[in-house]
């Protein structure tokens, strides 16, 4: 009696062991499955990506059709993060899980290239695939620190002046062609509290390039320098607008999310935004009539801001030549020719760019013109710490809590405290 | 005929810890392994991503918490944010629960109603909340119709904060009500006929007899409220897409240990620590909770 009892006790933990550690060890049995790729047998390429509007996805899609007609051997598994995706991807990585290829902001790309959980793609670029052709800035940023390079830029986008022509006439102001212009126009064009002038997105991502306008630097060895007088100066005058001039304003002082809302509601006059603005306006406000033009000059100067965005390849990834095929092609001429076709994004390749005419598409030509002189939005290691300590204080003093000068001295303090004690 | 027994004795713990071990297996797996490891994480400098590495750093996360400006901000926030919602959503659950008691017309109606905002999940909350704190939101054209200033909820830091006590108030409160309900239905109706007697009017009722009957129910709502509360989240973190801005006003202590955890690379040693720090704050805030309301426990 007692014996069969021990029996059927065993039997059963045994089996709740074994249903728990199958429930644990099933994901990774059949990754190992889907790993070995032998000789004929399709191997499936995990693509990880953030969604865009259903129109990219489309192009996206067909992108990756035509691969796939190409590679009959190569099974593309595109999964789409919607949400922090960054977050979802470092911890993906961390556990072991991650997708074989995925995009990259050019932001995030030296914190992650020196954690070493990228591969190293100059090793299987071919004469073929020509790296020449690219944007010499674009994949600049993601060359890690031993020069080689981690990414290719699938596209990328800079900042351009969007303006509302109806407005303009009204108000009989020409388009600004410097930053005194600008602000100038922004008083002229400013009804109160219910259009302003010109809609500002109080981040460094959008000021970097007045930030080092007049030759301050935001970032210096990897550190915090953005309380350097030079800088404070030249982001005085975006301050001065909101508080003395009351003709700028943020996205949410007027209930808007971000400067494309805003601008196309009617609330802003002139906001300065990417190429990503132009679809949304054409979707969302279909009668709005606008116009874009370079950013104006800032001391004489052009400047402007470029975001870009590559593939990367997952160092543990159990496909890479597969994943290389799928990287290639998307950065190659012929994909990055379907992916950009519709213009939602800017090809880096400049025989695409070339061939695809926006330099003379007249919504898309600032954008493009801005290209050669853009600066791109990435700057060491320590960036997203600098990013967040420069944006929470920059915030307080555009609303006027305090003098710009000692909230950016403040974030400089604070974000350099946090840096060296990492 | 000892030994039988020990032998007895042994076969049954033995074969009690079999038929745990399923439930031993699963509770030290993913509770006790994650606590301990977690602990451990404390006193190291971790890289988790591509060459993962361990580097016993000794106190040394623990040392930088106090050199961290952010990390006060963020416990001044989140001690400001305990000290206003806790005893606000206390009163006020008490007052809705005896209102709700006190045999009024269409009572299992406003329980209903006083209840739904508990069902709704906390994210669809915010978000819902949000809309209604934009510029040009619902709350904002109800506070003009009646003349009152407006706010920019959402963007200007004095407000932002106090946004998110408002929001937590509102939706916490009908829970603790329920509790609340639920004990008063329990006090003896003789008690409430003695102090009749005796003169008391419904004021003096509500106070001598209902609230210090209450007792140990207000000491459970109050550490359930702190607990709650000292590990506000998933509020601020919709509320201000995970910054904590603007200008650091909605950085609480949880969402702090986020951005370290997750945001920045390599610093999920401190993050470990920051939440080994707030788990021991929660700690002496329920202890001392215990030791002035002076209740045995009852839970």
């Known amino acids: ?422 | 005929m000892k030994q039988t027994l020990t032998k007895k004795m042994w076969r049954e713990t033995g074969s009690a810890y079999l038929f745990l071990s399923p439930a031993l297996f699963v509770l030290l797996l993913f509770i006790i392994g994650p606590i301990v490891f977690a602990v451990f994480l404390a006193f190291h400098k971790v890289q988790l991503l591509g060459t993962t590495s361990f580097e016993f750093v000794g106190l040394d996360n623990f040392a930088r918490i106090a050199d961290d400006t952010r990390a006060k901000i963020a416990l001044w926030n989140t001690l400001k944010y305990v000290a206003i919602v806790v005893p606000c959503q206390t009163i006020l659950a008490l007052v809705l629960a005896a209102t709700l008691n006190a045999g009024l017309k269409g009572e299992k109606f406003f329980r209903i109603v006083y209840f739904l905002p508990t069902l709704t999940s906390s994210a669809v909350l915010t978000l819902i909340f949000m809309w209604m704190y934009n510029q040009n939101g619902l709350i904002n054209h109800v506070l003009e119709a009646v003349g009152l200033p407006t706010y920019n909820w959402l963007g200007d830091p004095d407000v932002a904060l106090n946004a998110i006590m408002i929001m937590n108030i509102w939706s916490t409160a009908p829970y603790f009500m329920v509790i609340y309900l639920a004990a008063l239905q329990d006090i003896p109706d003789s008690l409430y006929e003695a102090a009749e007697l005796d003169g008391a009017n419904a004021w003096q009722k509500f106070w001598h007899v209902t609230v210090p009957y209450l007792r140990p129910v207000t000491s459970f709502v109050v550490v359930m409220g702190l607990i709650g509360t000292f590990q506000l989240f998933d509020q601020s973190y919709i509320f201000s897409a995970g910054s904590g801005g603007p200008n650091n006003s909605t950085l609480t202590v949880v969402l702090l240990i986020y951005q370290y955890a997750f945001k920045t690379l390599g610093t999920m040693g401190y993050a470990a620590a920051l939440a080994f720090a707030l788990a021991i704050m929660i700690l002496i805030a329920t202890l001392l909770q215990r030791k002035l309301s002076k209740e045995e426990s009852l839970y």
């Open chain 1, 1 to 422: 009696m007692g014996k069969t009892k021990w029996i059927a006790a065993l039997g059963i933990t045994t089996m709740l062991f074994g249903s728990v550690l199958a429930g644990c060890g099933g994901g990774e049995k059949s990754e190992q499955a889907n790993g070995g790729s032998k000789q004929g047998e399709k191997v499936e390429v995990t693509l990880a990506g953030w969604g865009g509007n259903p129109s990219e996805q489309k192009l996206l899609q067909q992108t990756l059709d035509d691969f796939e007609k190409k590679h009959p051997n190569i099974k593309v598994k595109y999964e789409v993060i919607a949400d922090q995706y960054m977050d979802v991807i470092k911890t993906r990585l961390a556990g072991g899980q991650g997708p074989d290829v995925f995009y990259l902001d050019a932001f995030e790309a030296p914190a992650l290239i020196e954690t070493g959980a990228l591969e190293p793609l100059d090793k299987y670029v071919t004469d073929e695939f020509d790296v020449n052709d690219f944007e010499k800035p674009m994949l600049d940023a993601f060359r890690g620190e031993d020069g080689k390079i981690y990414g290719f830029p699938k596209d990328y986008s800079t900042l351009a002046l969007f303006y509302n022509k109806k407005m303009f006439e009204e108000a009989g102001v020409e388009v600004p062609k410097t930053w005194d212009e600008l602000r100038e126009a922004a008083k002229k064009l400013t009804k109160g509290k219910d259009v302003y002038g010109f809609g500002v997105a109080p981040e460094l991502a959008r000021l970097y390039y007045i930030a080092e306008s007049k030759g301050g630097k935001v970032v210096t060895d990897n550190k915090a320098s953005f309380a350097d007088s030079k800088v404070v100066d030249a982001l005085q005058p975006i301050v001065d607008m909101h508080l003395k001039d009351k003709t700028a304003a943020q996205p949410n002082e007027v209930g808007a999310t971000w400067g494309g809302e805003m601008f196309g509601q009617g609330k802003a006059a002139m906001v300065i935004e990417g190429n990503w603005a132009i679809p949304f306006l054409q979707d969302t406000f279909p009668n709005l009539e606008f116009g874009t033009a370079e950013i104006p000059t800032i001391n004489g100067k052009k400047a402007t801001m470029a975001y870009t965005v590559a593939y990367v390849m997952n160092k543990d990834s159990q496909k890479k030549e597969a994943a290389w095929e799928l990287i290639s092609y998307l950065t190659g001429k012929e994909g990055m020719k379907t992916w950009t076709s519709k213009g939602y994004a800017l090809p880096t390749r400049k025989s695409v760019a070339a061939e695809l005419g926006f330099d003379k598409d007249p919504l898309r030509a600032p954008l493009v013109a801005g290209a050669p002189y853009a600066t791109v939005w990435q700057n060491g290691t320590n960036l997203p710490i600098i990013v967040n300590n420069f944006n929470n204080q920059f915030v307080s003093a555009f609303l006027g809590e305090r003098p710009l000068a000692d909230a950016l001295k403040e974030a400089e303090k604070t974000a350099n405290s946090e840096i060296e004690s990492r």
